[in-house]
């Protein structure tokens, strides 16, 4: 008897012991592709502009044919009503880390100036190239939980979910992160610093890692606090110019009463100009093209059946697009590695805040959303006995600050250096938080 309990003790061990293996293994993989950008940025055998050439091939090249391949082939009319959870819970996590954050704010009391930074820092993660990156390695063990189509469901799956935060990059990220009224005359000249060395090629990675080619959609109100003065009730701030119907209806020869019968209320007018200064027409991108072509060709069966498939006319041409996006995550980690080789900026925030965030984004929020998948599992809204799809749902709270967010205030020339910072410190303590979570949600996906 005492022999088959120690015997099922040891085999419960053994258990536990692979299963955490399982989890870990993942990450170390990426992490040695990290290391290795990392040593060839330190030592100088590629230099910075190699790697943003790289980040450039990952968004235009490597990262839509990954998108377009893989979702293209997994996405039907059926699955498309199934998945409506995905885009959901993005919007779910996001807003669960902005209130995470504001209670940062709260708590940690960071400088003034940097109260909605905190808010954006915490609330927005990366829901784009890490999660794909660890379900293309966590897929890459041949026994892997998720079976035989665990790459392309996972990256399915993932891909789904990014038109939805790039429409909250370019919308509510956009606009909170613009310097604050007052405190403009500080941010401006910490603005105007870092706009002169974005101009050498040695400018920080961290700017065009993600998402390059941001700067080319900078506007003259980019780096101003624009709604700050569209809204603004006092007339002293008279310099900004205002919405005049009346002149532009006078010119196309109406009347001064029709003007005035006709003429919108004032808040509607400033949300008007407030609109045509978001971004939103940047939203079509490479990979957000990639997503939609990728759900209309799923979407008609014939286009489906000509392109996709063993047989199929184009799969010469699929193959080849496959062979691309196998380059997509090896680019991903190198250029990350070129990232941190960078090491932290100097940061105002304070040690307190930076602490804080850290602790919100990567160890808080994660348990937040365990419990907000339980619910919706309680509640049958989410997909049930995939766990693939329960994994990358649990991915998006799990994961570290966007990089983006970098790139966004570089752009708006507000918290460049803090942002820089911050994301260096979570990207170097996520690989701790990662493993821990992975090897819980592993042990939560044994169970369903």
Same mark, same amino acid.
């Given at each position: 008897?005492?022999?088959?309990?120690?015997?099922?003790?040891?085999?419960?061990?053994?258990?536990?012991?692979?299963?955490?293996?399982?989890?870990?293994?993942?990450?170390?993989?990426?992490?040695?592709?990290?290391?290795?950008?990392?040593?060839?940025?330190?030592?100088?055998?590629?230099?910075?502009?190699?790697?943003?050439?790289?980040?450039?091939?990952?968004?235009?090249?490597?990262?839509?044919?990954?998108?377009?391949?893989?979702?293209?082939?997994?996405?039907?009319?059926?699955?498309?009503?199934?998945?409506?959870?995905?885009?959901?819970?993005?919007?779910?996590?996001?807003?669960?880390?902005?209130?995470?954050?504001?209670?940062?704010?709260?708590?940690?009391?960071?400088?003034?100036?940097?109260?909605?930074?905190?808010?954006?820092?915490?609330?927005?993660?990366?829901?784009?190239?890490?999660?794909?990156?660890?379900?293309?390695?966590?897929?890459?063990?041949?026994?892997?939980?998720?079976?035989?189509?665990?790459?392309?469901?996972?990256?399915?799956?993932?891909?789904?979910?990014?038109?939805?935060?790039?429409?909250?990059?370019?919308?509510?990220?956009?606009?909170?992160?613009?310097?604050?009224?007052?405190?403009?005359?500080?941010?401006?000249?910490?603005?105007?610093?870092?706009?002169?060395?974005?101009?050498?090629?040695?400018?920080?990675?961290?700017?065009?890692?993600?998402?390059?080619?941001?700067?080319?959609?900078?506007?003259?109100?980019?780096?101003?606090?624009?709604?700050?003065?569209?809204?603004?009730?006092?007339?002293?701030?008279?310099?900004?110019?205002?919405?005049?119907?009346?002149?532009?209806?006078?010119?196309?020869?109406?009347?001064?009463?029709?003007?005035?019968?006709?003429?919108?209320?004032?808040?509607?007018?400033?949300?008007?100009?407030?609109?045509?200064?978001?971004?939103? !027409? &940047? *939203? %079509?991108?490479?990979?957000?093209?990639?997503?939609?072509?990728? #759900?209309?060709?799923? /979407?008609?069966?014939? =286009?489906?059946?000509?392109?996709?498939?063993?047989?199929?006319?184009?799969?010469?041409?699929?193959?080849?697009?496959?062979?691309?996006?196998?380059?997509?995550?090896?680019?991903?980690?190198?250029?990350?590695?070129?990232?941190?080789?960078?090491?932290?900026?100097?940061?105002?925030?304070?040690?307190?805040?930076?602490?804080?965030?850290?602790?919100?984004?990567?160890?808080?929020?994660?348990?937040?959303?365990?419990?907000?998948?339980?619910?919706?599992?309680?509640?049958?809204?989410?997909?049930?006995?995939?766990?693939?799809?329960?994994?990358?749902?649990?991915?998006?709270?799990?994961?570290?600050?966007?990089?983006?967010?970098?790139?966004?205030?570089?752009?708006?020339?507000?918290?460049?250096?803090?942002?820089?910072?911050?994301?260096?410190? !979570? &990207? *170097? %303590?996520?690989?701790?938080?990662?493993?821990?979570?992975?090897? #819980?949600?592993?042990? /939560?996906?044994?169970? =369903?």
């Amino acid at each position: 008897m005492a022999d088959f309990g120690r015997l099922l003790y040891e085999n419960s061990m053994n258990s536990q012991r692979e299963d955490v293996l399982s989890a870990i293994t993942p990450l170390l993989k990426l992490l040695s592709l990290t290391m290795i950008g990392l040593v060839l940025s330190r030592f100088g055998m590629i230099p910075r502009a190699t790697f943003k050439l790289l980040s450039k091939l990952v968004f235009a090249l490597f990262l839509p044919c990954l998108i377009f391949t893989d979702l293209g082939q997994s996405i039907t009319l059926q699955n498309l009503i199934q998945w409506w959870f995905i885009p959901v819970n993005v919007v779910l996590s996001t807003l669960i880390g902005c209130f995470l954050g504001y209670l940062v704010v709260l708590i940690c009391h960071p400088p003034p100036e940097f109260n909605r930074f905190t808010i954006i820092m915490t609330g927005f993660g990366n829901t784009g190239n890490l999660p794909l990156a660890i379900v293309s390695s966590v897929c890459h063990s041949p026994d892997n939980p998720f079976g035989s189509d665990c790459n392309r469901k996972g990256v399915a799956y993932v891909s789904f979910a990014q038109w939805v935060a790039v429409i909250l990059v370019y919308t509510l990220v956009y606009h909170m992160m613009e310097p604050p009224m007052e405190y403009y005359d500080i941010v401006q000249e910490s603005a105007d610093i870092e706009e002169g060395e974005s101009v050498d090629v040695s400018a920080p990675l961290l700017v065009e890692a993600e998402w390059p080619g941001f700067h080319d959609q900078e506007t003259e109100h980019s780096k101003t606090p624009f709604i700050a003065r569209v809204f603004g009730s006092i007339s002293s701030l008279s310099s900004f110019p205002d919405l005049d119907l009346r002149d532009e209806a006078i010119t196309r020869g109406n009347t001064p009463t029709s003007v005035t019968c006709f003429a919108a209320p004032r808040v509607v007018r400033k949300m008007k100009v407030v609109a045509e200064q978001t971004p939103i !027409q &940047h *939203i %079509l991108q490479p990979p957000t093209v990639a997503s939609l072509l990728a #759900i209309i060709v799923g /979407l008609v069966p014939h =286009i489906k059946d000509f392109i996709f498939g063993i047989d199929a006319p184009l799969s010469f041409v699929t193959d080849s697009l496959e062979i691309l996006a196998g380059a997509m995550v090896p680019a991903v980690m190198l250029m990350l590695g070129g990232m941190l080789a960078e090491g932290p900026n100097e940061s105002s925030l304070g040690l307190r805040t930076t602490i804080g965030i850290i602790v919100a984004r990567l160890l808080v929020l994660p348990l937040v959303g365990i419990g907000v998948l339980a619910l919706a599992d309680k509640l049958n809204i989410i997909l049930v006995g995939d766990q693939m799809y329960l994994f990358v749902l649990f991915l998006q709270y799990t994961t570290p600050s966007a990089i983006l967010l970098g790139a966004i205030a570089s752009l708006r020339g507000y918290g460049v250096r803090e942002a820089s910072a911050l994301l260096f410190w !979570q &990207h *170097i %303590l996520a690989l701790a938080s990662l493993s821990l979570y992975i090897v #819980i949600y592993f042990k /939560l996906l044994s169970f =369903i």
